[in-house]
Nanobody, 115 residues
């Protein structure tokens, strides 16, 4: 069964770092666009960062200079290095990949930043 599996969430103090990873299983095509989204309680899901198979990246203004996305479209893996975390970064983070014309979402991983 095709699915995305995320790992790396957790609880961290403000100013700390976390690294999220996402890997696709059961999918043989290469990914085209990979990204991370997040959803905080009571808020809409928003784009955090994305990367294309050409290496182009896009970041939300709120995370520029603190987060770095990297990916390997041949392996369908994408990571998000999060530094200088702030309490407002607290959310469920979701991996999203477009592979072979289909859109896949991960199950979400909780990131909690304490002040």
């Amino acid at each position: 069964q095709a699915q995305l599996v995320e790992s790396g969430g957790g609880l961290v103090q403000a100013g700390g770092s976390l690294r999220l990873s996402c890997a696709a299983s059961g999918i043989v095509s290469n990914s085209n666009v990979m990204g991370w989204y997040r959803q905080a309680p009571g808020k809409q899901r928003e784009l955090v960062a994305s990367i294309t198979n050409g290496g182009g990246t896009n970041y939300a203004d709120s995370v520029k200079g603190r987060f770095t996305i990297s990916g390997d479209n041949a392996k369908n893996t994408v990571s998000l290095q999060m530094n200088s975390l702030k309490p407002e970064d607290t959310a469920v983070y979701y991996c999203r990949q477009t592979i072979g014309g289909y859109l896949y979402w991960g199950q979400g991983t909780q990131v909690t930043v304490s002040s």
